[in-house]
């Protein structure tokens, strides 16, 4: 084989793996929607807020789980971060989650190594549509907006963990 097709070879090769690579990796997110992160969506006292009101959540949470939720196989359940999608047109909610994450660890009497199993979860909040951001807000500026109703609803923060995520 000659020089020349040798190189010809080894580019298409190149090319045909590169294109390969491409069309395996994950699409790009789109770039044109109105959704954005809810915190960036807010500024000033409903950011405030917002934050004050995620704080409690999470203690919330911490002062159920060992009764609830932390009792079985994953004991050690931490809250990471609630968050929301708002339309940044109108302010109204697409979706919000609260983010968990356990861990489950066992010695290997063997090897003396440490097998662990992770667990996480995405607990989506029960809201209704066309909800916006500062009724939600408001709905939760209690002391245990875990347990408070949201906006048009008798459910709660809780019955969407019961709900969609741990039982």
């Known amino acids: 084989m000659t020089k020349t097709k040798h190189a010809g070879l080894l580019l298409g090769f190149t090319l045909l793996f590169s294109l390969s690579a491409n069309a395996l990796a994950s699409p790009s997110p789109p770039t044109t929607g109105t959704y ?5 969506y807010m500024s000033g006292a ?3 807020a917002w934050y004050s009101m995620t704080r409690r959540l999470k203690s919330n949470f911490d002062n159920i789980c060992a009764d609830s939720f932390c ?8 809250a990471l971060r609630y968050n929301c ?3 940044q047109t109108t302010g ?12 489950n660890e066992e010695v290997d009497p063997i090897s003396g190594s440490i097998v662990v199993e992770k667990g996480s979860w995405r ?3 029960p809201l209704d549509q066309n909800i916006g951001i500062a009724k939600l807000i408001t709905a939760l500026a209690g002391s245990t907006p875990l347990h408070a109703p949201l906006p048009g609803s008798r459910l709660t923060i809780l019955d969407g963990l019961v709900n969609d995520c741990f039982f």
């Open 36 to 40: 954005i992160n809810a915190t960036t």
């Open 46 to 48: 409903q950011l405030d």
């Open 71 to 78: 009792g079985g196989y994953f004991s050690n359940i931490e």
């Open 85 to 87: 999608s708002v339309d």
């Open 92 to 103: 109204h909610i697409g979706m919000c989650a609260w983010t968990f994450a356990a861990s």
């Open 123 to 125: 607990c989506r909040t």
